[in-house]
T-cell receptor, first 112, second 114 residues
């Protein structure tokens, strides 16, 4: 079992839909949880990060962490064609040198 | 916000030559940087952790003599692919921890070895 599992998709939705992206993990030491967006042939861009369990909202994006279930989610409201990208979850333990572990990314396609 | 600048964005080189990729933290100091390799439709594969002023730590299976990493200052890390071969063609990305729990990535370098 990989430390971080993420469905690669692709996930295709109509414009305006609510998108739900998810990751599961096995390492209970993970404390920081991140979501990155990666456009084709570009470096990943940090969207959101959360510490421990709970929700965090930023505009159309909401990140949720359920440490008891080892499950994290990213919700995108009112999805736009410009949201079409690959979304990678990442997580790491506490401490400055704890290296993040990435999921393989979910490809999202938002069609007009 | 934190910015990591990576150059070049794209390079084509002949087989057997060496290529250097630079990664700079523009507005923060990065004692630790990370180098990743990414194949099409695959996740990021950590190659090595670059520590300022000391030797890099390589992941299992990564040839340290082939992928030379130098982290000479708090804002600059370089990856040199030595004696490049077509199988080294890939997308290379650096990142640095940029405060809080987040890691900032460079824009990536697409290496093509012909």
């Amino acid at each position: 079992q990989k430390e971080v599992e993420q469905d690669p998709g692709p996930l295709s939705v109509p414009e305006g839909a609510i998108v739900s992206l998810n990751c599961t993990y096995s390492n209970s030491a993970f404390q920081y949880f991140m979501w990155y967006r990666q456009y084709s042939r570009k470096g990943p861009e940090l969207l959101m990060y959360t510490y421990s369990s709970g929700n965090k909202e930023d505009g159309r994006f909401t990140a949720q962490v359920d440490k008891s279930s080892k499950y994290i989610s990213l919700f995108i409201r009112d999805s736009q064609p410009s949201d079409s990208a690959t979304y990678l979850c990442a997580m790491s333990g506490a401490g400055g040198s704890y290296i993040p572990t990435f999921g393989r990314g979910t490809s999202l396609i938002v069609h007009p | 916000g934190a910015v990591v600048s990576q150059h070049p964005s794209r390079v084509i080189c002949k087989s057997g030559t060496s290529v250097k990729i630079e990664c700079r933290s523009l507005d923060f100091q990065a004692t630790t940087m990370f180098w990743y390799r990414q194949f099409p439709k695959q996740s990021l594969m950590l190659m090595a952790t670059s520590n300022e002023g000391s030797k890099a730590t390589y992941e299992q299976g990564v040839e340290k003599d082939k992928f030379l990493i130098n982290h000479a200052s708090l804002t600059l890390s370089t990856l040199t692919v030595t004696s490049a071969h077509p199988e080294d063609s890939s997308f290379y990305i650096c990142s640095a921890k940029s405060g809080g729990g987040g890691y900032t990535f460079g824009s990536g370098t697409r290496l093509t070895v012909v």
